[in-house]
């Protein structure tokens, strides 16, 4: 079964955070790789998470606690500033840890995770690719000071 991730980004309008309209599509993709570094979710590459799931901010917006209201499945809850984002070092070393390994004749599992050692050295930036950093800084220039997201199968 999928998972989806479902993002809504935030700013503090008049002491109240309220929904900033725009959402780059690199951020709702299903994506893997930025699910493990985000949450620690769907984390097959053994990606050490940027934080651990913090769950729903008791002041989320409006909009934001209707929308996961709305969800049926959610799971791993949480938001993270975009500061916090923005400052992560990008740059280094991981090992990216997720393979492919043959289950059967003709079968394959993509959702697989190598020893320690067994994966693919690279940086977070090319791991998470350039679109990722993009969608930061769309975030940024549309005034957004968090992201709020949570996961669903």
């Known amino acids: 079964m999928a998972c989806d991730i479902h993002v809504w980004a935030e700013r503090r309008e008049d002491g109240c955070w309220e929904v900033v309209g725009l959402m780059p599509k ?60 923005l400052l992560f070092n990008y740059d280094q070393t991981m090992e990216d840890r997720r393979v492919t390994r043959q289950i059967g004749p003709v079968g394959f599992d993509g959702g697989a995770t190598a020893k320690p050692g067994g994966g693919q050295q690279t940086t977070y930036r090319e791991f998470l690719g350039e679109h990722f950093l993009k969608a930061l800084e769309e975030l940024k220039a549309a005034g957004a000071e968090r992201v709020v997201f949570w996961f669903d199968n």
Do not use: K
């Open 26 to 85: 690199a951020l709702e993709r299903q994506d893997y790789g930025m699910f493990g570094f985000l949450a620690g979710v769907r984390n097959y590459a053994a990606v050490t998470p940027i934080a651990e799931c913090r769950g729903l901010p008791r002041d989320a917006s409006v909009g934001v606690r209707d929308a996961v209201e709305d969800c049926a499945g959610v799971h791993s809850r949480s938001w993270l500033s975009l500061e916090e984002l």
